[in-house]
């Protein structure tokens, strides 16, 4: 069974620091594609950073990068110099083999607090 | 930026009545998605849509619930008569032509059903 886990409920982080949100992830399919999507209070889903299984480098966005461990099955991440603008919920992602018409299977979610 | 565009932002319904969810997809994209999300949980998949048929469905998905492309632009969720547990946002989502085939998607309707 697929599935997505994200073990971080909620975390605290002063302003400027690197963050690292946690999320581990099963699949029996070798093609599949990783996401990560930030919801802020607003409520909207803004996409963020892709990561494909047979990427060969880990995923790279501007602030955002995907430390990709795939022997782990891990694909946190990693926000570099955070902003007081970066509270928001996040969550990882997978799609399953990477389809077009595949569904995305969705993690809990972490909610991330800047400290300013 | 093209995005994907969903009304009502916010719906009140009273339960037994019917609900039509309306969005409107990304120009060019083929692939079409509904998920929910219950307040403080995660994002759940609903149904996805491609070639003006259902290509997936999830157990939430039962017989209340109905999608639909009237015409060129506009993708529907229809829910014949809603329940308490059906409030919840609704979010559309559209995949195209892309290099990681990801889901764009709308700013959501909350929809609550009294």
């Known amino acids: 069974a697929q599935k997505i886990t994200q073990t971080q409920p909620g975390m605290f982080v002063q302003e400027k620091e690197a963050v690292t949100l946690d999320c581990t992830y099963d699949t029996s399919d070798p093609s599949y594609g990783l996401f990560w999507y930030k919801q802020p209070s607003s409520g909207e889903m803004i996409f963020l950073i892709y990561?494909?299984?047979?990427?060969?480098q880990n995923a790279t966005e501007g602030r955002y990068s995907l430390n990709f461990q795939k022997a782990r099955k891990s694909a946190n991440l990693v926000i570099s110099a955070s902003q007081l603008g970066d509270s928001a919920m996040y969550f990882c992602a997978m799609k399953a083999p990477v389809n077009r018409d595949d569904k995305i299977i969705f993690g809990k979610g972490t909610r991330l607090h800047i400290l300013p | 930026e093209p995005e994907v565009t969903q009304t009502p932002s916010h719906q009140v319904t009273q339960m037994g009545q019917e609900v039509i969810l309306r969005c409107v997809p990304i120009?060019?994209?083929?692939?079409f998605y509904w998920y929910r999300q219950i307040l403080g949980q995660k994002v759940e998949f609903l149904v996805s849509?491609?070639?003006?048929?259902?290509?997936?469905k999830s157990e939430i998905f039962d017989d209340q619930f109905s999608v639909e492309r009237p015409d060129g632009s506009n993708f529907t969720l229809k829910i014949r008569s809603t329940k308490l547990e059906d409030s919840a946002m609704y979010f559309c989502a559209s995949s195209g032509p892309g290099a990681h085939n990801e889901q764009f998607f709308g700013p959501g309707t909350r929809l609550t059903v009294l």
């Open positions: 990561q494909g299984s047979y990427d060969q």
């Open positions: 120009s060019n994209h083929l692939y």
């Open positions: 849509f491609y070639n003006n048929e259902i290509s997936e």
